[in-house]
């Protein structure tokens, strides 16, 4: 980036920028990531490029997903899409749909979601990009699963592993890898999705990505629990927690505690793992509104309920709904680090 400022070429600079944005992201530096991308922003405004403009909203939109900022992301991803089809730029068009209906997601707006990454697949098939077409079959399959379309899901799934493994794309074959075994794990088949999360976690630690790591180290950890190595278990969803409590990694923590909670269940805790499920189910429509946590998760933690009384189960709902996230994922840390199942 340095080349381009000194040659005062803004055009090279602002495509830079938002290279830069995305290697951050990958590392887990989101506030860099997302000055990035501002700065990127602000470069196109200034050049006055309407096509730069509706790509850099979406950049921007997807480094605040990241951050948690929702609301922000999805104003800026719904700018962007309307200048792309302004523009023309079906490029643009196609990253905007992308970004926004993760966004969506991880709102629980699951139905919008999947008819924006219905329309980006068919604009990345008719543009022949092959890595962003295995990202979005990846997406595809989680947003089916999460309706509880599983058959549906594990296709789209399946086809973005093969075009990612055909191109030797690393990010796509992690992720792919672990959307499969996220719907394996609730599938029931447990070592089957072991399989698929292991490999998962094998190619992110190659690769260095860092902004997805503990995803797969939550369904790794929610796994082993079910397969009753408890202490495997531990040792993963620890990595995960301690990942997301280190720079307050917004997507890792809504990850990591539904897992957290089935773990403590699966231990006996059953109280403690309503407690938590209910802290995460009552501020995240994402996973109060997923039949895919619902079977990952919730489901088997309310089986385990079933041994208590309902006034207890009930208190533990309100206490968990009382709960601070970030004190509770602190909590579990400092218990289970130095715990010895």
Not at 17 to 41: K, P, T, V, Y
Not at 47 to 60: H, K, M, V
Not at 268 to 276: A, L, N
Not at 278 to 297: E, F, G, H, I, K
Request: proline share 1%.
């Amino acid at each position: 980036m340095a080349l381009y400022r000194a040659l005062g070429d803004r055009w090279g600079l602002a495509h830079a920028l938002n290279r830069m944005a995305r290697a951050s992201q990958g590392q887990s530096a989101f506030d860099q990531a997302r000055q990035f991308a501002q700065e990127a922003l602000s470069l196109h405004r200034a050049l006055g490029a309407p096509r730069g403009i509706a790509y850099s909203l979406g950049e921007l939109g997807w480094m605040l997903q990241f951050m948690g900022s929702f609301e922000e992301a999805a104003r800026l991803e719904r700018e962007s899409i309307a200048l792309a089809r302004k523009t023309g730029d079906r490029s643009a068009l196609a990253h905007g749909l992308g970004a926004l209906a993760g966004t969506l997601g991880w709102q629980g707006a699951f139905a919008e979601s999947l008819s924006m990454l219905e329309e980006g697949l068919a604009l990345w098939d008719d543009l022949g990009d092959t890595r962003e077409r295995a990202q979005i079959n990846g997406w595809l399959g989680v947003a089916k699963a999460s309706l509880g379309h599983y058959k549906d899901g594990r296709r789209h799934n399946e086809q973005g592993l093969a075009l990612a493994r055909e191109i030797d794309s690393r990010s796509g074959i992690g992720a792919n890898l672990c959307w499969l075994g996220l719907l394996t794990l609730a599938e029931e088949r447990y070592v089957e999705a072991r399989q698929h999360l292991q490999e998962s976690v094998a190619v992110f630690r190659a690769y260095g990505d860092r902004s997805v790591m503990g995803w797969v180290l939550a369904a790794l950890g929610g796994t082993e629990s079910r397969l009753g190595q408890l202490s495997e278990a531990r040792e993963h969803l620890c990595e995960a927690l301690r990942m997301a409590a280190e720079i307050r990694d917004q997507l890792t923590m809504m990850m990591a505690l539904p897992f957290a909670a089935l773990l403590l269940a699966d231990r006996g805790e059953v109280e403690r793992g309503v407690e938590v499920y209910a802290l995460l189910a009552s501020r995240y429509p994402s996973v109060a509104n997923s039949r895919l946590w619902q079977d990952v998760a919730g489901k088997h933690i309310a089986a385990l309920a079933e041994t208590l009384p309902p006034g207890v189960v009930a208190a533990a709902q309100e206490r968990g709904r009382a709960r601070d996230l970030w004190t509770t994922i602190k909590e579990l840390l400092a218990e289970w680090e130095g715990d010895d199942l």
